[in-house]
């Protein structure tokens, strides 16, 4: 995980906790941090990492707090043993090979058939809420958000739980309109001709906040949204082509119901050389029909 994601983490971590999300959000993002960062003393000082994390030794609730300090002795004994590991090394030598995991992307990516990602596959523990029907919904999110993705199963869970969070609050509670919007979302992030929606919700660019009260308009994809838009505006084009300006005579009558209040048009519809054609419509009855002269 390089600093730019680490950055990004610490973030969404100081965001829930200013939201004052439930702890099992909070320890899931410790959890994360906690695996994957490889600290250095740069790294922790560039992302203020180690002042964030450590502030929560003090949080109300002990699994919390237990973790946070397990996390701060962690990144302390490595960059410690790290000093020591540069200043035993002869002048002159190539640093030591390390055998931690690097903080590649390798670290976080999903090996196996993306198309066919789901929790209980993947056995994600999906109780974050200790409410069955909203931990059903935080499980129907992670299957929307992982497929076709290769992130880790942790920051899949992450942000399923950030947007199922997200709706719970926005829709006030677990009630019909919630649940509608999630199995909604589901089915847009599961869409094949969408599959711009999910790395977007993944990344950040579309905040959770944002994504639960999106539209059925907004959710659809660029290219879906350029093809209406042409369609909408061949059908403008098609809907300002001039139609045959028509008159009302009283000197034409309606076979069917006998009124002279007739309206009428001409167009030419045979060779150039022969009378034109009259289409009459009753204003009455609206009965049609055409005069050849």
């Not at 994601?5 to 941090?33: C, F, G, N, W, Y």
């Not at 949080?59 to 540069?86: F, Y």
């Not at 993947?122 to 499980?139: L, N």
């Not at 089915?187 to 999910?198: C, I, S, V, Y």
Request: proline residues 5%; glycine residues 4%.
């Amino acid at each position: 995980m390089d600093a730019k994601e680490v950055s990004t983490r610490i973030h969404s971590l100081q965001k829930a906790l200013a939201d004052k999300q439930p702890a099992s959000v909070i320890i899931t993002m410790l959890e994360t941090l906690k695996k994957d960062v490889v600290p250095t003393e740069e790294l922790l000082r560039t992302t203020k990492a180690g002042i964030v994390v450590s502030k929560q030794k003090a949080n109300p609730n002990k699994e919390v707090a237990k973790l946070a300090s397990e996390i701060v002795q962690k990144w302390k004994q490595i960059v410690q043993g790290g000093h020591k590991k540069k200043l035993a090394a002869p002048a002159g030598s190539s640093p030591p090979k390390s055998n931690s995991p690097a903080p590649a992307n390798e670290a976080k990516s999903f090996k196996g058939d993306v198309s066919k990602r789901r929790w209980e596959s993947e056995k994600v523990d999906t109780a974050r809420t200790g409410t069955p029907s909203r931990d059903a919904c935080i499980g129907l999110i992670y299957n929307g958000l992982a497929f076709m993705c290769d992130e880790s199963s942790t920051n899949v869970m992450i942000k399923a739980m950030e947007v199922e969070q997200a709706a719970f609050d926005t829709y006030k509670g677990d009630n019909p309109e919630y649940r509608s919007k999630l199995r909604s979302l589901f089915q847009n992030l599961k869409a094949k001709d969408n599959r711009e929606l999910g790395p977007k919700v993944m990344s950040g660019e579309i905040p959770a906040s944002r994504f639960v009260v999106m539209s059925h308009e907004d959710l659809k994809s660029s290219s879906r949204k350029a093809e209406d838009a042409k369609l909408q505006k061949d059908n403008m084009k098609k809907a300002q082509v001039p139609m045959a300006e028509k008159s009302i005579s009283d000197a034409l009558k309606c076979g069917k119901c006998g009124q002279k209040k007739v309206s009428y048009s001409q167009a030419q519809t045979r060779s150039a050389d022969e009378p034109m054609t009259t289409f009459c419509e009753c204003t009455v009855c609206g009965n049609r029909w055409k005069v050849f002269h």
